[in-house]
């Protein structure tokens, strides 16, 4: 009974490591698609901060990435920026990448 025990806690323990590290990777990806959206858009160095942030807490709308990708069309939108919805999500699975390298470069 012990092993079944320790092998439960195990399990439990890679879910929540697993959990923990795919939140890390997305929030890095969100960081840096509000990073791009930011250049697109011209803003500031603490406009481009401020703008990243919101693009993570944007995140926790809804489960997916939907919310993050209607946060951008609206905000690119707004701010007269030829790009589509086609283009956010290529380039949110571009982030996705270079987000989950960067997170593994530094473990």
Wanted: hydrophobic share 35%; proline share 0%; net charge negative.
């Amino acid at each position: 009974m012990t092993d079944f025990k320790d092998r439960e806690r195990g399990e439990e323990t890679k879910f929540a490591f697993d959990q923990e590290t795919a939140f890390k990777i997305a929030a890095r990806r969100n960081r840096l698609l509000g990073e791009w959206a930011a250049g697109l858009m011209g803003l500031t160095e603490e406009e481009t901060d401020a703008y990243k942030k919101a693009v993570v807490q944007a995140d926790f709308e809804e489960a997916g990435d939907e919310d993050v990708i209607r946060k951008l069309l609206g905000d690119l939108t707004a701010a007269d920026c030829d790009v589509s919805e086609a283009d956010i999500r290529t380039k949110l699975d571009e982030c996705a990448v270079e987000a989950r390298r960067q997170y593994m470069s530094e473990g």
